[in-house]
Nanobody, 114 residues
Framework: QVQLVESGGGLVQAGGSLRLSCAASGSIVSIDAMGWFRQAPGKQREVVATIGIAGNTHYIDAVKGRFTISRDSAKKTHYLQMRSLKPEDTAVYYC????????WGQGTQVTVSA
């Protein structure tokens, strides 16, 4: 299975921005479809945004208008641009390939202070 590596997390004040990166490595030719997920303390992991092979995107209501998922196919890297961050966005963020099938990585911590 494909494993991706997340980076870009950190501590930011409410209203701030962060851009997360999700990199593929090795012999992977491309990631056709993938998603960003998050898991807050004491809560289940949830999907945040997905992008398909045609570039079609989907967001959960909680992040619509604030988060943008994108890809750089040449770099085999996906991004999650997060703006107007809120304390409730605090979580460990993960990316995972859907096509080809992928496994979970270590995630990157995002902490938004009030």
């Amino acid at each position: 299975q494909v494993q991706l590596v997340e980076s870009g997390g950190g501590l930011v004040q409410a209203g701030g921005s962060l851009r997360l990166s999700c990199a593929a490595s090795g012999s992977i030719v491309s990631i056709d479809a993938m998603g960003w997920f998050r898991q807050a303390p004491g809560k289940q992991r949830e999907v945040v945004a997905t992008i398909g092979i045609a570039g079609n995107t989907h967001y959960i209501d909680a992040v619509k208008g604030r988060f943008t998922i994108s890809r750089d196919s040449a770099k085999k890297t996906h991004y999650l641009q997060m703006r107007s961050l809120k304390p409730e966005d605090t979580a460990v963020y993960y990316c995972k390939s859907n096509s080809p099938p992928g496994s979970w990585g270590q995630g990157t911590q995002v902490t938004v202070s009030a």
